[in-house]
């Protein structure tokens, strides 16, 4: 079954895409390939551009089309050949979320996103997922 996390940000959009970028990179250091799924274009390019700047001494590879790369950005419906871990930027459930061996869940400061990640966590919660929540305000 998938492993879901949440990992709440606390922070505004900003900030939890840098903190995406520390993760992708702790994840993508282990080998394994990762999707990120954006919740709209412009959401997916900002991450782009941070993963290629976010570190001065290095930068981490990625693609943001159809490309099975290590790292891919999304925002569209489509998760390709992808089923090892899931970063979901996204507002949504996505419908092919079981697919994965992992989904982690981002949450930042902005009221429709928080409410919409409760819903996501009744959601996984009401069809049994095993479910882990982090709290990075502490």
Not at 35 to 56: I, R, Y
Not at 64 to 71: F, G, I, M, N, R
């Amino acid at each position: 079954m998938t492993d879901i996390q949440f990992y709440n940000t606390c922070q505004p959009l900003a900030d939890a895409l840098l903190y995406c970028c520390r993760l992708i990179e702790k994840v993508s250091a282990r080998g394994l390939p990762i999707l990120v799924h954006a919740p709209n274009e412009t959401v997916g390019k900002q991450l782009d551009e941070l993963l290629w700047s976010f570190q001065e001494s290095a930068f981490i590879g990625h693609a943001t089309d159809d490309e099975h790369q290590q790292v891919n950005i999304s925002w569209g419906d489509n998760p390709g050949e992808h089923h090892h871990v899931l970063i979901n930027l996204g507002t949504q459930v996505p419908s092919w979320h079981g697919r994965f061996e992992k989904v982690l869940e981002i949450i930042y400061d902005q009221k429709d996103v928080i409410e919409s990640k409760r819903n996501s966590f009744r959601y996984y919660k009401e069809r049994g997922y095993p479910l882990r929540y982090h709290d990075l305000s502490k």
